[in-house]
């Protein structure tokens, strides 16, 4: 390395140890509720231990502030370990919206998605009425399921053929 300290460099050595400290403290990809039972979930004995922590002090009136009890899956500390803030950068949505805007034109440039006028409705698919009641072989199974008689007649099924 020539002791150039890069953009890239910096957002690489980023990645690599909050990526590894995310898997090696074993924390929850989810919320969870107070009254789970931890066991159910694959959890190391110190992430649990950590959990537990603060799923108990989120109880104490004076720490409510901290809301623990609601990022007890992530050992108390809230958000998204890379959250981004207006003042400082830009947002996570506006990165999203901005690799959507992108991958949009690369659809549009490259082919796979043609470009149309803002007022253009483009018709996927359409749907068709297709009558009221079961068909007979529905019939037939609903009567199974249910031990109910069948019909015994095209009337007795609906208007559906």
């Not at 953009?7 to 400290?21: P, R």
């Amino acid at each position: 390395m020539n002791g150039d300290l890069t953009e890239q460099a910096v957002a690489g050595y980023i990645a690599k140890y909050a990526t590894k400290a995310a898997e090696c403290v074993g924390t929850l990809d989810r919320r969870i509720n107070a009254l789970d039972d931890l066991s159910a979930y694959n959890l190391r004995d110190h992430a649990r231990r950590l959990i537990t922590t603060c799923l108990q002090l989120g109880t104490q009136p004076e720490l409510a502030d901290l809301r623990l009890t609601n990022w007890a899956h992530m050992l108390g500390f809230r958000g998204h370990f890379s959250t981004r803030s207006r003042h400082y950068s830009t947002t996570l949505s506006d990165l999203r919206a901005d690799r959507e805007h992108h991958a949009r034109d690369t659809d549009i440039t490259t082919g796979r998605l043609p470009l149309f006028d803002e007022d253009t409705v483009l018709v996927i698919s359409e749907w068709e009425y297709a009558g009221k009641g079961h068909s007979l072989g529905d019939a037939l199974l609903a009567a199974a399921l249910t031990e109910t008689p069948l019909p015994t007649s095209q009337h007795d099924l609906g208007s559906r053929p």
